[in-house]
């Protein structure tokens, strides 16, 4: 069973183009994450929420939405999509000092 | 502000060599340290943690002792195989605030030869 998973693996669009990412849990957390790796492997944290409720919101462009509907899910939303957001973004989640990541989503906008 | 700064790679070694992978950081309080590894592919995976002074983290024959005197939290493995080719995150948590907020260092490369 994968503890978290992410969709879709891979996403290519176009600028200016809208889309989601979808990451689903079934490890029970209470706390999910939001990352950006860019190519050089450099990882930054982008949101993260607790038990629904942002409660991280780093200084990321506000094209960037984040949506929890429930505790097993956080969305990922950009709008107006921009070439310098081609990067692979992870989901994690968080048990104690251990954080668990998902796959990751590569997104490449031409 | 708290930051977290490792070796540059990409590091490549033969197989059986010594790795060493340095890692400090810069942080008020008394932060929780870490080392995550990313394979080919995948996502990030914890590969050991130490929480305070003096402790050593192990796991799958690699070590890093937390040295608050030298604000230092290396990365060791003795014999280095194949399959640990990946890049490999040092990071900590400060103990400051609720948010459980992981700064990572910017990652190292490595890759070993057969």
């Known amino acids: 069973d994968t503890a978290v998973s992410q969709t879709p693996k891979y996403l290519v669009t176009q600028m200016g183009n809208d889309k989601s990412i979808k990451c689903e849990q079934n490890?029970?957390?209470?706390?999910m994450y939001w990352y950006k790796q860019d190519s050089k492997k450099f990882l930054k944290i982008m949101f993260s929420?607790?038990?629904?409720?942002?409660?991280i919101n780093e200084t990321v462009p506000n094209r960037f939405s984040p949506k929890s509907p429930d505790k097993a899910h956080l969305n990922l939303h950009i709008n107006s999509l921009e070439l310098g957001d081609s990067a692979v973004y992870f989901c994690a989640t968080r048990r104690g000092y251990e954080q668990y990541f998902g796959p990751g989503t590569r997104l490449t906008v031409t | 502000g708290d930051s977290v700064t490792q070796m540059e790679g990409p590091v490549t070694l033969s197989e059986e060599a010594f790795l060493t992978i340095n890692c400090t950081y810069t942080a008020t309080g008394y932060p929780s340290l870490f080392w995550y590894v990313q394979y080919p592919g995948e996502g990030l995976q914890l590969l050991l943690k130490a929480t305070k002074a003096d402790d050593k983290g192990s796991n799958k024959g690699f070590e890093a002792t937390y040295r608050k005197e030298t604000t230092s939290f290396h990365l060791e493995k003795g014999s280095v195989q194949v399959s640990d080719s990946a890049v490999y995150f040092c990071?900590?948590?400060?103990?400051?605030?609720?948010?459980?907020?992981?700064?990572f260092g910017k990652g190292t490369l490595l890759t070993v030869n057969p």
């Open positions: 990071a900590f948590l400060n103990s400051g605030g609720s948010n459980y907020k992981l700064t």
């Open positions: 929420y607790n038990n629904k409720e942002l409660i």
């Open positions: 490890l029970g957390h209470d706390t």
